[in-house]
């Protein structure tokens, strides 16, 4: 088991992508804090993952509130004793709208979310993962953090690209406390955030279409990397990117 | 475990990263065959897979020589019937050409680390595609992406063309299932680099400039590897990992 005695807590956890990871940290031995807003969906998954044997607890958590991320690390703190992993997954997609067309109001919310959300999980997690001699932090980007994006949510990959490059500024800072921070960069997935643009079958063959593996993400592949990342494994590596994009940056 | 049933053959597989990946990707079930120059290194690797009750083979494998890839692969297919994974990790550093910017040291220098690179996935191609797909590795650097003055020049360009030429094997075989990553390792300490390691004042000066103050091992690098071996990366290819301990963020 590849997180025996590990203590991780995935934002966004209670449903697509985060809810996949949150099972499969569990499955290799981790004890898992899920932590969204969706206090119904997460607290299935809390009973869920519990039945069958792990250690897993559900906490409610705005990302973009530091008063939540407070009470989420005191409770971390209390339940486990430790924190070693943090995933910040939490994100919103936006208006489905040209840059001409966003709300400044959609444009402060989704930075909100996606970028400040990120920063305030590494500014509250990092201390705690000082107490324990390092840990691991996974920051969820996407393929729109590195390259733009015709027509599409601005806001969305602005934020993106926040979180790439805040990732590279905490790991060189923390390096020599052993505190590991990498980046995942997803392209088209299927999850309950993208299910909206890849719902007509002609926005879907579009997308398929420049993807040269020829078909759209699954929440497992990005998953898989993300627990590559988040495992003792990769203890080499810091800052660094994984596209997971079925080869789409590569042309 | 996430190599079984699959069969890889591994470049440069007698000592170092390529060392560590063969005995990584048997302990994960998969055959391996070792390819290298080096007779003595690559039977005792061998060996040693064999004695834990893996299933692993030597080949002496030159990776400039054409005839020896088509060898390589052919005993590949006798011997375990089907080829699914490739890494081409053998390569040169040339640092004891450093200074020296000459016809003789580029053809040295990338006719070992690009045309070995270029010899090996043309070689395997043939034998993925009859596998329903495969996954191919290619062993870049950090100096594939940067230069740096602890690198020749002319190595630089080899891995900076394993690195494009990563890509668009990536793209040209995607439609096989083939996919093709490459990885980007900063400073490893190998025994190829052990001499280098004890020139006084050396490892101080790489320890300052990588963010996490160290060397990397071998097995740090495999595991990478052994990622993109898997079919946990089904749906990655033409990326570049870096494990450099944060040598490219900074």
Redesign the interface.
């Known amino acids: 088991m590849r997180f025996k005695d590990k203590v991780a807590l995935i934002t966004g956890g209670a449903r697509g992508m985060g809810a996949v990871e949150a099972r499969m940290f569990a499955k290799e031995g981790a004890k898992v804090a899920i932590a969204d807003i969706l206090d119904k969906e997460g607290g299935a998954l809390e009973k869920e993952l519990s039945k069958n044997g792990h250690d897993a607890v559900y906490l409610h958590l705005d990302v973009a509130k530091s008063q939540d991320w407070r009470k989420a690390m005191e409770a971390i703190e209390k339940r486990f004793g430790r924190l070693n992993i943090l995933v910040n997954n939490a994100g919103i997609r936006g208006e489905l709208k040209d840059l001409v067309n966003i709300t400044e109001e959609d444009y402060d919310r989704v930075l909100a979310i996606n970028a400040k959300g990120t920063f305030l999980g590494m500014k509250y997690a990092i201390p705690a993962m000082r107490q324990v001699g390092g840990g691991a932090i996974v920051n969820i980007s996407s393929l729109v953090g590195i390259i733009g994006s015709r027509g599409r949510n601005a806001a969305y990959d602005a934020s993106k690209g926040a979180t790439r490059v805040m990732t590279k500024t905490a790991a060189i800072t923390y390096a020599k406390e052993n505190i590991r921070v990498n980046s995942i960069h997803p392209g088209p997935i299927d999850t309950p955030m993208t299910e909206e643009s890849y719902r007509d079958p002609e926005a879907r063959a579009r997308s398929q279409s420049r993807i040269p593996l020829g078909s759209i993400g699954q929440s497992e592949d990005v998953a898989y990397a993300v627990l590559f990342l988040a495992s003792d494994e990769s203890s080499y590596m810091t800052g660094a990117e994984i596209v997971v994009d079925g080869g789409m940056m590569a042309y | 475990m996430r190599l079984e049933g699959k069969v890889a053959l591994i470049s440069g597989g007698a000592r170092g990263i390529g060392e560590a990946d063969a005995r990584l990707f048997a302990k994960e079930g998969a055959k391996v065959v070792i390819g290298d120059v080096l007779e003595k290194e690559g039977r005792q690797v061998e060996a040693a897979i064999n004695e834990q009750g893996g299933d692993a083979v030597f080949l002496k494998l030159d990776v400039t020589n054409e005839a020896d890839w088509s060898r390589a692969v052919d005993a590949t297919l006798q011997r375990f019937g089907k080829l699914n994974v490739l890494v081409n990790n053998a390569g040169i550093s040339g640092v004891q050409w450093m200074g020296e910017m000459s016809v003789e040291v580029w053809n040295k220098i990338v006719g070992t680390n690009a045309m070995g690179c270029m010899l090996g996935t043309r070689a395997a191609i043939p034998a993925m595609r009859k596998a329903g797909g495969g996954s191919i590795i290619n062993i870049s650097s950090q100096m594939g992406i940067v230069g740096s003055e602890f690198g020749h020049p002319i190595y630089t360009a080899s891995k900076g063309a394993i690195r494009a030429f990563t890509?668009a094997i990536?793209?040209h075989h995607?439609?096989d299932?083939i996919?093709c990553n490459s990885v980007h390792p900063?400073p490893i300490a190998t025994p190829g680099n052990e001499a280098r390691r004890r020139t006084p004042g050396f490892n101080e000066r790489i320890q300052a400039q990588v963010?996490?103050?160290r060397h990397?091992?071998p097995e740090?690098?495999a595991?990478?590897v052994?990622?993109l071996a898997s079919d946990?990366?089904?749906?990655?290819?033409?990326?570049?990992?870096?494990?450099?301990?944060?040598w490219?963020?900074?």
Request: glycine share 18%.
């Open positions: 890509k990536a793209v995607a439609k299932k996919r900063g963010p996490l103050g990397g091992r740090e690098v595991y990478g052994l990622y946990e990366s089904k749906w990655i290819t033409g990326i570049e990992l870096a494990i450099d301990g944060g490219l963020a900074q």
